[in-house]
């Protein structure tokens, strides 16, 4: 079995910052992918952001690029999201998953976390 568990959610004010965190327990191939979705009440699920855990390559939404920054501790098995500028539009209950491949298609994603609450108000 495969568990995540994301933290490092909260309340924050417009143009601040939070430092998201998944961390991973179970069998994970260097060659897997983790995602970064997020997903506000009564809209679909979307990507974030991906990073390969074997080579650091990644993917950004145009919505989050150059504010967001996606990264890996592979030694602790842990997978940051860096978010900046935060604006209002970011609030959701971000999720992190596990694919087999590079992918930025939700249905991919075949292990998920419980999610950690993102909101951004002024």
């Known amino acids: 079995q495969v568990q995540l568990v994301e933290s490092g959610g909260g309340l924050v004010q417009t143009g601040g910052s939070l430092r998201l965190s998944c961390a991973a327990s179970?069998?994970?191939?260097?060659?897997?992918?983790t995602a970064w979705f997020r997903q506000a009440p009564g809209k679909e699920r979307e990507i974030v952001a991906f990073i390969v855990l074997a080579d650091t390559r990644t993917y950004y939404a145009d919505s989050v690029k150059g504010r967001f920054t996606i990264s890996r501790d592979n030694a602790k098995n842990t997978v940051y999201l860096q978010m900046n500028s935060l604006k209002s539009e970011d609030t959701a209950v971000y999720y992190c998953?596990?694919?087999?491949?590079?992918?930025?298609?939700?249905?991919?994603?075949?292990?998920w976390g419980q999610g950690t609450q993102v909101t951004v108000s002024s």
């Open positions: 179970g069998r994970i191939f260097s060659t897997y992918t």
């Open positions: 998953g596990i694919s087999r491949r590079m992918s930025t298609t939700q249905a991919d994603y075949f292990y």
